[in-house]
Structures are given as structure tokens and as C-alpha cells.
């Protein structure tokens, strides 16, 4: 059973335009998400996260909203860059401390 | 700043044959982890320290054999790799369980 889920596999946009990366989960004992950004033969990097008790973390180009109710998280990125172009996984952190990840979404970002 | 160092980057291995993946971490973190990522899948924890001295089970253990050597270094063991074990197996770690991870780049591994 899938805890964490990313229902976009890609996600492609213009360069200056918003990306919105989706993220649901059905955990509801998860009490911290975080977005971890991954290029091609590296390792994931730590991009932003956001605590359960909050609904909005703002980092620069990067916003992360939480929608508790509906078990619901997402990113938001604007101005996309090329750069941006990665694969973004979610997770969350459950009563264990563990984290759980979803599958990921490549973003595209064209210039 | 080597912050987490894996080897190899790379290793064919055949059916049957065993190998250790080997991680170590320069920041004094207290926990370490070990993911394999496979398409479709996303990243799957296999085993975690929180501590030195402590080693459990996580999502997908079967198959492997984890030792905390000392606080930075934490290898994982195939001991007869199958071709299911063929993925990116990725370590990580963090100043506590609670903190944010840092990964290696990842050892690609194939098993023929």
C-alpha cells in the first residue's frame, strides 16, 4: 500500500511559467514533509519541507503548501528554470521517524 | 566536503555471487540509511542505524545483510544477489532520525 503517492510520473513546462508538483499521502500520523530533488546519476538533495502544523513554507522560488484535510501536498516553483529540470520526490516522516517517499515526478522545464 | 561517500559507483555482479556495498559519512551524523530506487518504484528503505550499535529492518530487507561498522561508515551486504536486487541502491544520513537526509550519489548495481 502506497503511503505516499506522486500521481504524475512528468510534468513539462516553459521556462518563466509555474510548476506545480502534486503529493498525497494517507497516513495521518505523518507530522513532516519534505521534497527532495534528484538529477540523473546523483543522489537526491533536500529542497524544502514544511511541518504538519503549518500550511505554507516559502523558500526563494520554491513554496510548499500542506492541505491537511485532504491529505495533500504540493510545489510550487516560479519562475520554472532549466535547471529546475530533475526528478522531485515527496516524503513524509511518520511517528517512527522514518521517511516514506513517493515514486517521483520529472519535471521538464523548456526553455 | 565528501559528505557521503558510496562505493563502487558501479558493479555487474552474476547470480549467486555476494558483494558489500560500502558508505561512509563525514558529517558526524548519528544515523544512517540505506534506499535502493527501481523505476516505477521511487526509493525504498531496506535497512537503517538509527544509532551506532543499532541496525532494523525497513520497507525491503530480504535479501540483505547491514553492519554499522562505526559511526561512519554502514555497509550492506548481498550475500547471493538475485536479478531482482538489480537497482540504484543509495545510502543516506542524518544528524538524528528526525533530521534531513543527506544521500550519496548511488551505486548502480546489475545482476546477471
Known amino acids: ?82 535547471g529546475d529540470s530533475a526528478v522531485y520526490f515527496c516524503a513524509a516522516r511518520g511517528s517512527n521517524y522514518k521517511l516514506t517517499f513517493g515514486k517521483g515526478t520529472l519535471l521538464t522545464v523548456n526553455p | 566536503n565528501a559528505g557521503v561517500t558510496q562505493t563502487p559507483k558501479f558493479q555487474v555482479l552474476k547470480t549467486g555471487q555476494s558483494m558489500t556495498l560500502q558508505c561512509a559519512q563525514d558529517m558526524n551524523h548519528n544515523s544512517m540509511y540505506w534506499y535502493r530506487q527501481d523505476p516505477g518504484m521511487g526509493l525504498r528503505l531496506i535497512y537503517y542505524s538509527a544509532s551506532e550499535g543499532t541496525t532494523d529492518k525497513g520497507e525491503v530487507p530480504n535479501g540483505y545483510n547491514v553492519s554499522r561498522l562505526n559511526k561512519r561508515e554502514f555497509s550492506l551486504r548481498l550475500e547471493s544477489a538475485a536479478p531482482s536486487q538489480t537497482s540504484v541502491y543509495f545510502c543516506a544520513s542524518s544528524e538524528t532520525l528526525e533530521r534531513r537526509y543527506t544521500f550519496g550519489s548511488g551505486t548502480r548495481l546489475t545482476v546477471v
Not at chain 1, 513539462?12 to 538529477?39: A, H
Not at chain 1, 546519476?41 to 484535510?69: C, H, M, Q
Open chain 1, 1 to 82: 500500500d502506497q503511503q505516499v503517492k506522486q500521481n504524475s510520473p512528468s510534468l513539462s513546462v516553459q521556462e518563466g511559467r509555474i510548476s506545480i508538483l502534486n503529493c498525497d499521502y494517507t497516513n495521518s500520523m505523518f507530522d513532516y514533509f519534505l521534497w527532495y530533488k534528484k538529477y540523473p546519476a546523483e543522489g537526491p538533495t533536500f529542497l524544502i519541507s514544511i511541518s504538519s502544523i503549518k500550511d505554507k513554507n516559502e523558500d526563494g522560488r520554491f513554496t510548499v503548501f500542506l492541505n491537511k484535510s485532504a491529505k495533500h501536498l504540493s510545489l510550487h516553483i516560479v519562475p520554472s528554470q532549466p
